[in-house]
T-cell receptor
């Protein structure tokens, strides 16, 4: 029940295309869902996060879509750029606990 | 503000040895957590310290231990190293209560031969 399942494991998208990464969870007590971006040789950095009281959150080219009934959330990257090539992790937590449960990661490659 | 600093950047050890990794959080951050990252396994939570007290612990054997000092700096120790301990060890800090955003260091790459 504590798992967060992330797919796909890897993704290749053409420059200018839309990248979509999906995550699913079981624990309905989760109330915080962040996405982290990690470049080679660096630690992850928070990209965008959402709480279950909204179904969508957008920051620039990055959008989180959240489906509470399906217990799924996804990251959409519009107009994908080569600089977006990185590994993306979804995660979930219960706010009172602060302990994040992480997805396995998606390696995204944007082809020029 | 300086970011999260982890030292050393790389370490090579042999089986059976022990190792200590260091993490200096962002100034003012009172919470430090440690993660193990291996290819295909994502990030596995080790433990979190807040004001020198361990607040959460992941599912790792007792060979993995940590501590936090009064200045919020943290160390992680792994005793009796095994080949499977080879990984990138990441430290993350956050202000403490009321903030869920983690700030990660670049990690220590540990290789056990």
């Amino acid at each position: 029940q504590q798992q967060v399942k992330q797919s796909p494991q890897s993704l290749i998208v053409q420059k200018g295309g839309i990248s979509i990464i999906n995550c699913a969870y079981e624990n309905t007590a989760f109330d915080y869902f962040p996405w982290y971006q990690q470049f080679p040789g660096k630690g992850p950095a928070l990209l965008i996060a959402i709480r279950p009281d909204v179904s969508e959150k957008k920051e620039g080219r990055f959008t989180i879509s959240f489906n509470k009934s399906a217990k799924q959330f996804s990251l959409h990257i519009m107009d994908s750029q080569p600089g977006d090539s990185a590994t993306y992790f979804c995660a979930a937590s219960i706010s009172s606990n602060y302990q994040l449960i992480w997805g396995a990661g998606t390696k995204l490659i944007i082809k020029p | 503000k300086a970011g999260v600093t982890q030292t050393p950047r790389y370490l090579i050890k042999t089986r059976g040895q022990q190792v200590t990794l260091s993490c200096s959080p962002i100034s003012g951050h009172r919470s430090v957590s440690w993660y193990q990252q291996t290819p295909g396994q994502g990030l596995q939570f080790l433990f979190e310290y807040f004001s020198e007290t361990q607040r959460n612990k992941g599912n790792f054997p007792g060979r993995f231990s940590g501590r936090q000092f009064s200045n919020s700096r943290s160390e992680m120790n792994v005793s009796t190293l095994e080949l499977g301990d080879s990984a990138l060890y990441l430290c993350a800090s956050r202000p403490g209560t009321g903030s869920e955003k983690l700030f990660f260091g670049s990690g220590t790459q540990l290789s056990v031969l």
